[in-house]
């Protein structure tokens, strides 16, 4: 199973923007399918956006969609999430996950990175 770490969190303010990355280690990334999902105080874990292998297609929450990006680079084991319009509804603990297919559950995940964002 992959490793993964994230980073790239902070504070930001309403309506300003921040890009994580999640590094991967000691698999073959460019097999994986991966995830970035969060955790809000109070709530449950939401599925925020994913991409296949190649980064050739993407899927995100209707919660995000048109404002966050998520992209790889298999050259550097690296997939990212570009947050922009930031609200304070997106404040959560933001982690990566992987997996071998297109469905099923996330085998490896990160240990998260917290975005705060202030109104």
């Known amino acids: 199973q992959v490793q993964l770490v994230e980073s790239g969190g902070g504070l930001v303010q309403a309506g300003g923007s921040l890009r994580l990355s999640c590094a991967a280690s000691?698999?073959?990334?460019?097999?994986?399918?991966m995830g970035w999902f969060r955790r809000a105080p109070g709530k449950e874990r939401e599925f925020v956006a994913t991409i296949t292998p190649s980064g050739s297609s993407t899927g995100y929450s209707d919660s995000v969609k048109g404002r966050f990006t998520i992209s790889r680079d298999n050259a550097k084991n690296t997939v990212y999430l570009q947050m922009n319009s930031l609200k304070p509804e997106d404040t959560a603990v933001y982690y990566c996950a992987s997996r071998l297919g297109p469905a099923g559950n996330f085998g490896s995940w990160g240990q998260g990175t917290q975005v705060t964002v202030s109104s």
């Open positions: 000691g698999g073959t990334f460019s097999r994986y399918f």
